[in-house]
């Protein structure tokens, strides 16, 4: 049970530490979008 909670608090650790990585993947995938609509136009 002790290492299952272990392993909880490092993929949550994990996860916070990737937020700004996600949200930085997030506006690039939106930029992306907004090219290929406008070229669409």
Do not use: P
């Not at 993929?11 to 979008?33: H, P, R, W, Y």
């Amino acid at each position: 049970m002790k290492r299952l909670q272990i392993i909880f608090v490092l993929f949550v650790m994990i996860g916070l530490s990737a937020c700004n990585t996600v949200s930085g993947v997030g506006k690039d995938i939106q930029e992306g979008g907004e090219a290929l609509e406008q070229s669409a136009q």
